[in-house]
């Protein structure tokens, strides 16, 4: 319990990062077509749709490893004290919301710059805690 509650800031991030990535897959694999419908309506004035498949692959590919190390990082943190996968999990979080930052960018959808702004503040605070 000791170990818990001396990092539980981490944990809580971890946990944070967590849900959101595996809500993220749980809802790309559950409505591909639908989020790939979505994908291309939002960047239809933009030279991406026809990298829309390809890329929400890739993307689903760095959230399952985020979702995965975000998770191995917290049973390291209780168990051994380390922080490696932890570190490997925020950073592909980072990465992550790198490209959609892109994405948001490209689109010219300021509003939802800003808001993967906010998640990317947790995220790159995270990589500095684990470092």
Not at 11 to 39: A, C, E, Y
């Amino acid at each position: 319990m000791k170990i818990i509650l001396n990092h539980s800031a981490e944990l809580l991030i971890l946990i944070f990062l967590i849900i959101t990535f595996l809500m993220s897959v749980i809802d790309k694999l559950t409505d591909w077509k639908g989020n790939v419908s979505f994908l291309k309506l939002h960047f239809a004035h933009t030279f991406v749709p026809p990298l829309i498949p390809t890329t929400l692959f890739i993307i689903l590919i760095l959230e399952v490893l985020t979702t995965l190390f975000c998770s191995l990082g917290i049973f390291e943190i209780i168990t051994q004290k380390s922080t490696n996968f932890s570190l490997l999990g925020t950073i592909f979080s980072c990465l992550v919301l790198l490209i959609f930052l892109i994405g948001q960018r490209i689109a010219k959808d300021f509003d939802g710059a800003r808001n993967i702004t906010i998640y990317f503040i947790v995220s790159i605070f995270a990589v500095f805690l684990f470092q």
